[in-house]
C-alpha cells in the first residue's frame, strides 16, 4: 500500500477502530476535508505528485473548524476567463486612409473647380474673338463707307472749280510766245530737259513760220520778263511743239485720268496778245475730227490762246487749246494730254 492510500485508508476508518494490528489510534482531530479532483482546469498528476505521504492536521487541537490546507502553486497556465486573464487590447486604426480619401477628394474639388474656370475663361474668350471679328468687320465697312464718301467728296470737288485758286497756281508755268508768225501760248510741262531746263508746250502753228524758215529761236514773256527759247521738236499732223529754255520754271502735272463730259476746266493764255488771261468752261464732249481725238469744251478762246494748257480744278492738264469754230460761241477745240505724251514723249 503506498503511503497515499494508507493516509486515505486511515482518514476512513471510524474513530476507535484499530487500524493494522487491531491497536487503537489518539485521535488527532477531525479529518481533513475530502478532496474531489478539480474540473477547473488543474491536471490530477500534478496534485496527486504534491499530496503529503502522511496528512496530518494544521490546526492546534480542540480548535474549531479546520483551515484548509495550502495548495502548491498549479505548474499548469489556466485557460479559462477568470484567474485575471484579459483580451488583448485591439489594433489602433491607421489614419493614413482616411487622409488619402480626404486629398482625393480635394484635389478632385479643386479639378472641378479649375475646370469650371476654364471653360468660363474659354467662353469669355470666345466672345472677346466673337466681339474682336464684329469690330473688325464693323471697322473695315465703316472704312469703305469713309472711302466711298471721299471719292464722292473729290469727284464732287472736282466738278466744283475755283478758277482764281487754279489761275494762281498754273500761271507761274504759263507764257506769251512770240514767233515769226504773231503771238500765241506756251506753258512748262512734263519733265525737265537734261541739262536742267524747262519745256515748254506750244502748237505748232505758233512757231511753224520758224520752224519752216529754218529759224529755231523764237521769244517767251512772263510777266515783262523774256526769254529766249530754242525750238526742239514738233509734230505737225498733231500740232504741237516743244520749246527748251535754260531756266527752270514750275511745270504742270498731267491728269491721271482723261477729261469727261461735265467736267469743269479752266483756260488760261494771251488771247490778242493779253497775257495772262482767265477763262473757265466744262468740256463738252470728246470727238474725232480728222482721224484724231478732240476735246470739246465751252470756255471762251480767242486767238492767241492757242498753245494754251487747258487744267482741271486740280491745276493739271488735260489739254492743249489749239482752235475755235469761227462764227460760233462756246465750241472750242483741244488736243487730249495723252496725245502730247505719246507724241511727244516728255511724261
Not at 488619402?100 to 475646370?115: M, R
Not at 509734230?235 to 469727261?260: C, G, H, N, Y
Not at 464732249?285 to 480744278?313: H, K
Amino acid at each position: 500500500m503506498t503511503g497515499y492510500e494508507a493516509a486515505h485508508q486511515a482518514a476512513r476508518t471510524p474513530p476507535g477502530e484499530s487500524g493494522e494490528g487491531g491497536s487503537s489510534a489518539q485521535r488527532l482531530g477531525p479529518h481533513p476535508p475530502r478532496m474531489e479532483p478539480h474540473t477547473g482546469g488543474f491536471s490530477t498528476s500534478a496534485f496527486q505528485a504534491h499530496r503529503p505521504a502522511n496528512p496530518t492536521s494544521s490546526f492546534p487541537v480542540g480548535t474549531g473548524s479546520p483551515a484548509v490546507p495550502s495548495q502548491p502553486a498549479p505548474t499548469s497556465t489556466p485557460t479559462g476567463a477568470f484567474h485575471g486573464y484579459s483580451q488583448p487590447p485591439a489594433p489602433r486604426r491607421s489614419l493614413l486612409p482616411a487622409l488619402t480619401l480626404f486629398l482625393v477628394v480635394l484635389l478632385t474639388g479643386v479639378a472641378v473647380v479649375q475646370a469650371i474656370m476654364l471653360a468660363d475663361t474659354r467662353d469669355k474668350l470666345d466672345k472677346v474673338r466673337a466681339d474682336s471679328a464684329a469690330q473688325r468687320t464693323a471697322a473695315q465697312e465703316e472704312a469703305k463707307g469713309l472711302e466711298e464718301r471721299t471719292k464722292e467728296l473729290e469727284r464732287r470737288a472736282g466738278n466744283t472749280l475755283d478758277a482764281a485758286a487754279v489761275a494762281a497756281n498754273v500761271l507761274p508755268s504759263v507764257f506769251r510766245v512770240t514767233s515769226q508768225a504773231g503771238t500765241g501760248t506756251g506753258f512748262a510741262f512734263a519733265n525737265q530737259t537734261p541739262e536742267g531746263g524747262t519745256n515748254v508746250i506750244t502748237n505748232y502753228h505758233v512757231i511753224d513760220a520758224n520752224w519752216e524758215s529754218g529759224r529755231r529761236e523764237v521769244d517767251l514773256e512772263q510777266q515783262n520778263r523774256r526769254f529766249k527759247g530754242q525750238i526742239t521738236k514738233v509734230d505737225k499732223d498733231a500740232d504741237l511743239a516743244i520749246i527748251q529754255v535754260t531756266d527752270a520754271f514750275p511745270r504742270l502735272a498731267s491728269a491721271p485720268e482723261p477729261a469727261k463730259p461735265g467736267q469743269p476746266v479752266v483756260v488760261v493764255g494771251s488771247p490778242l496778245g493779253l497775257e495772262d488771261s482767265v477763262t473757265s468752261g466744262v468740256i463738252s464732249a470728246q470727238r474725232t475730227i480728222n482721224g484724231g481725238p478732240v476735246l470739246q469744251f465751252d470756255a471762251p478762246v480767242n486767238p492767241g490762246n492757242s498753245g494754251g494748257p487747258i487744267v482741271n480744278a486740280q491745276g493739271q492738264v488735260v489739254g492743249v487749246v489749239n482752235a475755235k469754230l469761227n462764227n460760233a460761241e462756246g465750241i472750242s477745240l483741244g488736243i487730249p494730254v495723252a496725245v502730247v505724251c505719246q507724241n511727244l514723249g516728255i511724261c
